[in-house]
């Protein structure tokens, strides 16, 4: 069944078309060519999937995309305004990316997290990223740039 | 050959701190993955896998998956007569299974269809009738004769490969100890965990060419069996590496995906992807070995050691993978840290009706380590020696060879070990610390690239082409794979060094068998040392073509053409290095270089010595300490503080992240990874399915897990590294886990000789350490009736050997020095 999706994508208003059971993941992908956003498990263990819907971290691998009609979706390719986003700029300094596949779902989760709490402590970092999985960097770096995006360190 | 770019005038780049040439891309989101590309008219594969761990394929109905509207094309096996496999005398899987199955996940069938849904919905479609058969559980259920092993007739056993080895006089060496250490480990398998899952997409392209793109680390490899597998030349195939999203080893085999989408894609002239989902991922695996061992050690009341004896069984799973190799590092790499006079191993691994072993970071010798680094502590704590210190007397020595005729070039492990204990106060900490609190050093080493090719010949392993562009731009070209270690960044910072320029001046084309001269892949930590060596010579000899036509025109000795600051300075003045470029290229036309390298060759000359050689090794020594809670069995780790023998680091960040990065994948296998695997249902085969082939069932360690890590590089450049530089990748994860069982030792009293390190482990030790009995965990004892060869006799080089195995009866062991 194919169903129709207006979602305020980046910032833009935009109409999708995708079927009724296709998960927001799917929708950015493959309907909107948004292929920034990551999958690691489909199942919502991982994080890499993970955008802002109304502001709000989401793991996108779970979220029925209609469900998502009428929400404001954010993802990593709206995170920089033609310029760096201060997250990425970090990232790019400490090494916060190695492969580079879970960074996305991290800055995003990162962003929602200084949206909310400007200047977190280390812990409060920790916090709000352990859902999101890294293999490469063992997380230091990851915590060192957004600590250092955050102005805390 | 040796290492270059030793005798050049520093420009800046190597050996400073900076962001990766791809740190900005990374940290967008717009670098793609494998599975991020799509091509107009593109279908889409899915594959049937095996639902059982052994059985025979008696009929596959593929009528009702053909009459799906959407599906263009069922394979089976009767596409694939021809076989393949990573190792020349591994030629043992097929693209899809032919006649039976061996492990859960093999893939059976392929269909391909307009989306994946449709694909999908074609394998559920599919009816095959399997014959079950009795699996494989373990190594040591596979050694004797078995009515269905793995591969081979009824009646034969299921060992894939046996070897025994004698260095030196090892029966004399345990006479002459004072004492001798036996003990058993045994060591869980686990895999890489990647975080993108495995993805192909084929196509034929311009000229009817087939091109593959796929999340691989070795494409020359897969491109050979891409040839060999479609019976077509190699030169009508392109294989391109797509920076894959974490590799580990994980993505250094030939799949079966790779192959069935490029078949798919030639036969029916539109491209076909693949991207697998993570349950397959678990199945495609080759990852860590599990290993029993025995080692047997003699030392002297002093700490030296006199002999050593290694068994090694290894559960190899259900294809030969690398696992020849595996076998054989398995007892490889045991002598390079320490002096081990004389030495017998004995490595057998045996196929199991599980997803394949094959190399994870570390390949092999992460469980014999373990075994070794936890033996010493035990000995330093009998001999009433610091476990540190005992190291530090009996730590290897530059340019040694070993028992085993490895080759060591320059060892600072003292320097490691002395540093860790210095950063972690040890002094303070060992046996000091109060009761559930403790620390735990341990050491070891790996190589800087396997020292011989998988497919033997005298080819350069690494080869690097430069183009200079009257632009200015320089474009370097190197068949080596980014798997997000940073080995675009390495070969843009060697040539950029040498050139003068910056590193981001210099574009990097890699991992494309049509663009790029050869490298043998992302494996073996050979990257840095290889490649890097390659790119400095490609670099130098472009240097000295456009010095050479700089000097032509301004008649001035072209050995005082310098290059430094993006600008070349001439005696008489400077320029730019893009208005240098156009001078040369007026005079000597356009600029253009290449350059390789091909390691040293060997000292090992015995059949099975090409397994363990490198041109140099990296040493590493750690420090862990642990918090137990001993109600719940939990440990907390504080801090570790790490040292690394680097030789010298190019890029001092990412060297820093390699670091840390190994230190957390070998905390994972210290304590919760396992590729674990459960009995099935009684009504179905009865064994062996994976417990949880998910990220929520596969334990692994989160931000809240990991804690911070000191990290000392230890930079005394190597002749053998390019400006002297190390491998880094994958040495840094060996001494964590043995570190790890070291510290919960200190802490409690509880020797643990397996991993994962478990809180139920933790607690039941406990429990029997408050009853009174002995509270060691892991150490089931070696089993019996592994069908070891006769031992190969190997004189060391203190016996006056050649590095060749004895003739019969040419070598009797306690003779002594022939010399």
Not at chain 2, 301 to 324: F, R
Not at chain 2, 604 to 621: F, H
Not at chain 2, 664 to 679: K, T
């Amino acid at each position: 069944m194919k169903a129709r999706l207006t979602l305020t994508l980046n910032g833009d208003a935009v109409d999708l078309v995708c079927d009724g059971g296709d998960t927001l993941l799917e929708v950015l992908r493959e309907g909107a060519g948004l292929t920034g956003t990551k999958h690691g498990c489909e199942l919502g263990e991982c994080g890499a999937c993970t955008v802002l819907v109304d502001g709000e971290p989401a793991l996108s691998c779970l979220l029925p995309a209609l469900e998502c009609d009428g929400a404001s979706v954010t993802t990593v390719e709206g995170l920089g305004d033609r310029r760096l986003h201060p997250l990425q700029q970090a990232f790019a300094k400490w090494g916060g990316s190695q492969c580079g596949y879970c960074s996305p779902g991290m800055l995003m989760a990162a962003k929602a997290l200084l949206d909310r709490t400007p200047h977190p402590t280390a812990d409060e970092v920790r916090l709000a990223l352990a859902g999101n999985i890294c293999r490469c960097t063992g997380y230091q770096d990851i915590v060192d740039a957004v600590l250092d995006a955050a102005g805390s360190r | 050959m040796s290492g270059r770019g030793h005798n050049l005038p520093p420009t800046g780049v190597i050996g400073a701190e900076r962001p990766r040439i791809d740190a900005r891309v990374r940290a967008t989101g717009q670098l793609h993955y494998a599975d991020d590309l799509s091509l107009p008219r593109m279908l889409h594969c899915r594959l049937l896998r095996s639902p059982h761990p052994h059985a025979r394929i008696l009929s596959i109905d593929t009528r009702a998956a053909d009459g799906l509207d959407g599906v263009e094309l069922i394979l089976t096996g009767e596409a694939f007569p021809v076989p393949y496999g990573i190792l020349p005398i591994s030629q043992d899987e097929h693209a899809l299974a032919r006649g039976k199955v061996r492990y859960v996940g093999e893939p059976v069938v392929a269909v391909i269809a307009r989306d994946e849904r449709t694909a999908q919905a074609g394998v559920d479609a599919v009816v095959v009738q399997w014959d079950v058969l009795p699996p494989v559980r373990d190594a040591i259920d596979g050694v004797g004769p078995l009515e269905h092993p793995l591969y081979g007739e009824p009646g034969t056993d299921s060992v894939h490969k046996a070897v025994s080895f004698d260095f030196g006089d090892v029966d004399g060496g345990f006479a002459d100890a004072d004492r001798v250490y036996d003990d058993c480990f045994d060591y869980a398998g686990n895999t890489h965990l990647a975080l993108e899952q495995h993805a192909s997409l084929a196509a034929v392209t311009e000229h009817g060419r087939l091109t593959l793109w796929s999340s691989t680390q070795v494409p020359h490899y897969v491109h050979k069996a891409l040839a060999k597998v479609l019976e077509l030349p190699e030169a009508e195939l392109r294989v391109v590496a797509i920076p894959n999203g974490g590799g580990f080893g994980g993505k250094s085999d030939i799949f079966h995906h790779e192959m069935v989408v490029a078949k798919a894609a030639w036969m029916l002239g539109r491209p076909v992807k693949i991207a697998l989902r993570r349950e397959e991922v678990f199945q495609c695996h080759r990852g860590r070995h599990p290993v029993q061992l025995r080692l047997r050690t003699g030392v002297k009341e002093d700490g030296s050691i006199t002999a050593m004896h290694l068994q090694t069984l290894v559960d190899g799973g259900g294809a030969g993978s690398y696992g020849v190799a595996s076998t054989y590092y398995t007892g490889s790499l045991q002598t390079v840290t320490y002096e081990i006079p004389t030495y017998r191993f004995q490595g057998c691994r045996v196929f199991t009706n599980k997803a394949p072993c094959g190399p994870k970071r570390g390949h092999g010798t992460p469980q014999p380590r373990f075994g070794l680094e936890i033996q010493l502590d035990k000995i330093a704590d009998d001999l009433g020696i610091d476990p540190a210190e005992l190291r530090l007397r009996i730590v290897e020595h530059d340019g040694a060879i070993t028992a085993n005729w490895m080759r060591v070039v320059t060892i600072g492990l003292a320097d490691c070990i002395k540093q860790v204990v210095k950063s972690s106060g040890w002094n303070d900490k060992h046996r000091k610390l109060p009761r559930g609190r403790g620390v735990g050093i341990a050491c070891s080493s790996y190589l800087s690239g396997a020292g011989l090719p998988i497919q033997w010949n005298k080819m350069p392993h690494s080869a690097v082409q430069i183009r200079v562009d009257r632009s200015g731009l320089v474009t370097a070209y190197c068949g080596a794979t980014e798997i997000g270690q940073g080995s675009d960044d390495v070969l843009a910072s060697c040539v950029a060094e040498v050139l003068g320029l910056r590193s981001t001046d210099v574009r990097v084309v890699t991992g494309d068998t049509d663009l790029c001269p050869v490298d043998l892949g992302s494996y073996s930590s050979r990257v840095t040392l290889m490649m890097g060596n390659a790119a400095v010579d490609a670099a130098v000899h472009a240097r000295n073509a456009i010095a050479e036509a700089l000097a032509g025109v301004r008649g001035v000795p072209a050995d005082q053409v310098r290059f430094f600051g993006g600008r070349v300075l001439l005696p008489d003045g400077d320029l730019s290095f893009a208005a240098a470029v156009k001078l040369a290229e007026v005079a000597a036309g356009p600029i253009g270089s290449v350059g390789w390298y091909t390691p040293p060759k060997p000292v090992a000359r015995y059949k099975g010595g090409g397994v363990g050689p490198t041109p140099t090794y990296s040493y590493t020594a750690a420090v862990v300490e642990v918090d137990v809670d001993e109600d719940t069995g939990f440990i907390d780790v504080p801090k570790i503080w790490i040292a690394h023998d680097i030789g010298r680091a190019l890029n001092a960040t990412l060297a820093r992240n390699q670091v840390i990065g190994s230190v957390y994948m070998g905390l994972g296998e210290a304590l919760m990874e396992e590729q674990a695997m459960r009995r099935g249902r009684p009504s179905g085969h009865g064994a062996w399915v994976h417990r949880g082939p998910s990220m929520l069932d596969y334990k692994s360690p989160t931000h809240l897990d990991m804690p911070p890590v000191h990290v000392d590089l230890i930079e005394r450049p190597d002749p053998e590294g390019p400006f002297g530089a190390k491998e880094v990748g994958q040495g840094p994860l060996l001494p964590i886990m043995p570190a790890l069982a070291n510290a919960l030792y200190d802490a409690v009293g509880v020797r643990a000789h397996e991993v994962p390190i478990t809180p139920d482990k933790v607690l039941k030790a406990l429990a029997r350490q408050r009853a009174g009995k002995d509270s060691t965990f892991g150490d089931r004892p070696f089993p019996d009736g592994v069908p070891w060869p006769e031992s190969v006799r190997v004189p060391t080089p203190a016996d006056g050997g050649d590095g060749r195995a004895a003739e019969a009866g040419d070598y009797a062991p306690g003779q002594g020095s022939k010399a």
